[in-house]
């Protein structure tokens, strides 16, 4: 990981250390290239956790934008999860 994507991380995880009481439900939104793998890789991450997982194609189907709702446990719960899941070709975290 190069060090302006580890900074992003460790800003990341104090903002959400400081606006947040753990465990709590966090909500992330990605956009990927529509791929029904790619997606299927997403949902596979958030199995058996309990996540609320709603996609959305984009007009020209091009892309699908997925919104996950899932309570975590910590702060480095989150950010373990972003880094496990920018492993993903064409994946935006948002």
């Known amino acids: ?24 439900l966090y909500l992330y939104k990605f956009i990927v290239p529509t791929d029904k793998e790619k997606i299927e890789q997403i949902q596979k991450a958030f199995d058996c956790l309990g996540a609320v997982i709603k996609t959305t194609q984009s007009k020209t189907a091009k892309f699908t934008s997925v919104s996950v709702d899932v309570q975590m446990e910590s ?20």
């Open 1 to 24: 990981m190069d060090k302006k994507t580890e900074e992003f991380y460790e800003r990341l995880k104090g903002e959400l250390e400081k606006s947040n009481s753990w465990p709590a």
């Open 75 to 94: 702060a480095q719960a989150v950010i373990e999860k972003y880094q496990e899941l920018s492993t993903i070709e064409g994946i935006v975290s948002l």
